[in-house]
């Protein structure tokens, strides 16, 4: 059975700042990886999605890099704003169908 | 132009009552997904169809039934609402084998 832990649960950094947000996963035979971001009250949006053969992507200011021997993913913010602020969440395809496991989030504050 | 519609936005009702959400997505896509969100804002897969077929079933109680009238649509009926299904229940949709998952706004549903 697939676990996804993301780490740390809750993030408060000054603005400008460089940040790492971590994803793990247990079962490393994974077809994609999918980071989103979620506001409070509100739906997901999707930002980065890793396909199993990739190892990065890039979006503007994420890049987000998968190491899928070893059952992890991070989520590099650059240059943070206060708008950045949000839950952000994991999501690995895997098994039968790609069903897609979701880690519990990350709850980043950024500060002006 | 949303992706991913769900209505109602939000749903009130008593113990007891049957509701239904309905989900619509316009991306062509050939699987589409309900998801609930508990008060720990932890995401977990109720089910999943693939071209109208349920192909994911997690041990959701025999009170949600979903139905898929055709690719574009998957409804959420639940019977005899329970104090414990309040939750945010979200539809997500993607292309089955490599494509991101869309997810819509939610449906905020409480029981009382």
């Known amino acids: 059975k697939q676990e996804v832990t993301q780490i740390p649960a809750a993030l408060s950094v000054p603005e400008g700042e460089n940040l790492v947000l971590n994803c793990s996963f247990t079962?490393?035979?994974?077809?994609?990886l999918q980071w989103f971001r979620q506001d409070p009250g509100k739906g997901l949006t999707s930002l980065l999605l890793?396909?199993?053969?990739?190892r990065e992507q890039t979006s503007g200011r994420l890049n987000a890099s998968l190491d899928k021997s070893s059952g992890r993913s991070t989520l590099y913010i650059a240059a943070s704003q206060p708008g950045d602020s949000a839950t952000y969440l994991c999501?690995?395809?895997?098994?039968?169908?790609?069903?897609?496991?979701f880690g519990i989030g990350t709850k980043l504050q950024v500060i002006p | 132009d949303t992706a991913v519609s769900q209505t109602p936005k939000y749903l009130v009702t008593q113990m007891g009552n049957d509701k239904s959400i309905k989900c619509e997505q316009n991306?062509?896509?050939?699987?589409m997904y309900w998801y609930k969100q508990d008060s720990k804002k932890f995401l977990k897969i109720m089910f999943s169809?693939?071209?109208?077929?349920?192909?994911i079933n997690e041990t959701v109680p025999n009170r949600f039934s979903p139905k898929s009238p055709d690719k574009a649509h998957l409804n959420l009926h639940i019977n005899s609402l329970e104090l414990g299904d309040s939750a945010v229940y979200f539809c997500?949709?993607?292309?089955?084998?490599?494509?991101?998952?869309?997810f819509g706004q939610g449906t905020r549903l409480t029981v009382v």
């Open positions: 997500a949709s993607r292309r089955q084998g490599l494509g991101e998952a869309f």
């Open positions: 079962d490393s035979a994974i077809y994609n």
């Open positions: 890793i396909q199993s053969s990739q």
């Open positions: 999501a690995v395809y895997s098994g039968g169908y790609q069903k897609v496991t």
């Open positions: 991306l062509g896509h050939d699987t």
């Open positions: 169809y693939n071209n109208k077929e349920l192909i």
